[in-house]
């Protein structure tokens, strides 16, 4: 470690003072594991099972899992994204050491860099409290009126830390200059824009929530409009800040940690306002993201804090009924689009998913309405009904159908068997068919067999659970700072990394959206519009042929980004968070004459793959047809013998 600038006595005093099962469990929820140490899950790789120790007499720890380890500095440095000094500095600061430097004893703050964070940590105080302070002003009466109809007194909104940031164009940024920011400090700290002729108030005219990180420092605001005149959306947010992740950030999780980790249970409701009333309400485990979909880093960051721990405690029950694991409960409004987006949810990762509920409040109102029209015991009655997720998709999946009838009966469980068939932990499908055979009327050895049934065809098929729900279509991209609260789904779960033909597919899409331009045109030409056999990659297969231009990408006439930022604009929201994860794929080739003739290889690969699968269903559908049916039989010959034609032609093309 590099030797920082201050002195060394007052570093040791540091570590020595500062209490690492304190410091690490602002961020992981730790248990005992034997003789002064104690375990949870890593911070720094995903896992499930705790592979992270820290033993607090020896000041140290370590994680097995991915091997990282050090004092509580390294700690800090590396949740926090420290410098040395910086850790030092917020450790002496939280556990009152004095520290002095050893150059020139003016202490750092002439130093160009010095201590970035903490500078945009101050930033974000003296803005809470200037916003806070604005509240009280006549200018705020819009402010207040619109807490006061949601419900929310003055001490509600001092509790929240709610502001108002004043209409005028400067207000915020002359305060802070006025403090000493420079106008590159302001500019990083997201608190104001810039312009042309200088930098303004990002926030303007509009309600503040301080969102906080999850020791209490705030690090951004979420804004609403208030004013007519603002042409700006209904939530704004800080911008992606040194300071400011958003994919990381839950509002309401430094008021609820603790409650999270003591309950094991996370509510996850869409904004600040549902966040407040939820926890006024008495439902103090309430988080949202911001500005985004609750998303794959929000899943670590919630386990973490649960301390989620025992693989196998998924389906065993606590004694207040609750999972070992903990419990994942969103909130909907009860509209279609939720629900389709609960059905999304099958395409995360199942263990997160069999652990996740969902509430949906009957007249569609949302946690801050209900609060408001039926009190506080409505919105913890409302978290209370909430049902597994599977459940509720299985249900609104039959829920469109006539069940007095036979025929109704039977579309249900047509629509439904193969949802149950998806759920990859075995272990709960029979239970759930059972269910499903109750929620139908049916007898329960026919709802088993058509389970069964779905099931064995999707393993022939190979295709996945999350396509036997229909997608969403149709439905609009999520409008920024308006937050769906649901994962995205992954690469590893649409494609095993052991499924040699998924992994052609893969990288032949790979190439295409990142090198384009080094790919022959006759070979991507001749590439079918059902090239691809995992239905998730044809999905996004689908939307590259949809843009229409991916051989002007591949003559160079449009350049490779040109092209990306096409495909990603027509992109729904289920594919989007693919494509972006198949561009950014690291490819097997080092140099670009590699990746040229990866690339080459590839679509010889897709193009065979794609032959041979259509040679098999036409011998299978060969093989079903009886051959006094003349004319047909022979159309399947004819068509046969044409594909075995391609197939030689592409081999000898190869050699
Ligand atoms: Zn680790």
Not at 30 to 56: N, Q, V, W, Y
Not at 59 to 64: I, M, P, T
Not at 626 to 648: F, K, N, T, W
Request: proline share 5%; net charge negative.
């Amino acid at each position: 470690m590099a030797q920082g600038p201050i002195r060394r006595s007052d570093v040791e005093l540091v570590r020595e003072r500062a209490r690492l099962d304190e410091v690490v469990g602002e961020h992981v929820t730790l248990r005992g594991a034997g003789i002064g140490s104690m375990k949870g899950l890593c911070p720094f790789h995903d896992e499930k099972t705790p592979s992270f120790h820290i033993r607090p007499q020896l000041g140290h720890w370590h994680c097995f899992g991915c091997g990282e380890g050090g004092d509580v500095i390294a700690f800090v440095q590396k949740i926090d994204h420290l410098s040395f000094v910086e850790a030092v500095e917020m450790l002496a600061a939280k556990y009152g050491v004095q520290i002095q430097y050893e150059e020139s004893g003016k202490g750092g703050g002439d130093r160009p860099d010095f201590g970035t964070r903490r500078r945009l940590l101050d930033a974000h105080a003296i803005a809470e409290e200037y916003y806070r302070e604005q509240l009280g002003t006549e200018a705020a009466e819009i402010g207040r009126r619109f807490l006061t109809e949601r419900g929310f007194d003055r001490e509600a909104a001092e509790r929240f830390g709610v502001g108002f940031a004043p209409e005028g164009w400067d207000s915020i940024t002359n305060v802070l200059r006025g403090r000493g920011f420079t106008e590159a400090e302001l500019t990083a700290s997201g608190l104001v824009s810039a312009g042309q002729r200088g930098v303004y108030d990002r926030f303007r005219g509009r309600l503040v929530w301080p969102i906080r990180d999850i020791t209490g420092n705030t690090i951004g605001f979420g804004a609403r409009r208030l004013l007519e005149q603002d042409k700006g959306p209904k939530y704004l947010n800080t911008p992606e800040t040194a300071i400011y992740h958003k994919s990381s950030v839950l509002y309401g999780l430094d008021l609820a940690r603790k409650e999270i980790a003591t309950q094991h249970r996370v509510v996850v409701v869409e904004g600040y306002t549902d966040v407040m009333a939820a926890h006024l309400a008495g439902v103090t485990t309430a988080v949202a993201s911001c500005g985004t979909a609750f998303g794959a880093d929000h899943v670590k960051i919630v386990r973490r804090v649960m301390g989620d721990s025992n693989p196998s405690a998924g389906l065993r029950l606590n004694t207040d009924g609750r999972g070992l694991a903990g419990e994942v409960v969103f909130t909907f409004d009860g509209d279609a689009a939720g629900q389709k987006a609960a059905l999304r949810a099958f395409e995360e990762d199942q263990r997160f998913v069999a652990q996740t509920y969902v509430a949906v409040e009957p007249s569609g109102m949302d946690p801050c309405e209900l609060r408001i029209a039926q009190g506080d015991q409505a919105v913890v009655d409302l978290v209370e009904s909430r049902r597994p997720l599977f459940e509720f998709a299985i249900r609104s999946a039959i829920a469109q159908v006539d069940l007095d009838t036979v025929e109704g009966q039977v579309t249900a469980l047509r629509m439904a068997a193969p949802v149950v068939a998806g759920i990859r932990d075995r272990a709960m499908r029979p239970e759930y068919a059972r269910r499903l055979a109750g929620w139908l009327g049916m007898d329960e050895r026919t709802v088993l067999r058509a389970v069964h049934d779905a099931a064995r065809s999707e393993g022939r098929s190979g295709g996945r659970h999350a396509e036997t729900v229909e997608p969403p279509s149709g439905t609009r991209p999520p409008e920024e700072d308006e937050a769906p609260a649901l994962p995205v789904p992954r690469l590893a779960d649409v494609v095993s990394r052991r499924d040699p033909v998924g992994q052609v597919e893969v990288q032949s899409l790979a190439v295409m959206l990142q090198a384009p331009q080094l790919l022959a045109e006759a070979k991507v030409a001749a590439l079918p519009d059902d090239a691809f056999h995992v239905l998730s990659l044809q999905g996004v297969w689908d939307v590259m042929l949809a843009a229409g231009t991916l051989l002007d990408a591949v003559t160079g006439a449009l350049h490779p980004a040109r092209y990306l930022e096409q495909v990603l604009e027509i992109a729904g929201e289920t594919v989007r968070p693919l494509i972006v994860e198949i561009a950014n794929l690291e490819l097997p080739a080092r140099t670009e004459p590699a990746l040229e003739k990866l690339g080459d290889s590839l679509m010889d690969r897709l193009t065979e793959l794609s032959i041979t699968r259509e040679y098999s269903v036409l011998k299978q559908r060969l093989q079903r047809t009886d051959p006094s049916d003349g004319e047909r039989y022979q159309e399947i010959l004819g068509r046969l013998a044409q594909v075995q034609e391609r197939r030689r032609s592409l081999r000898g093309a190869g050699d």
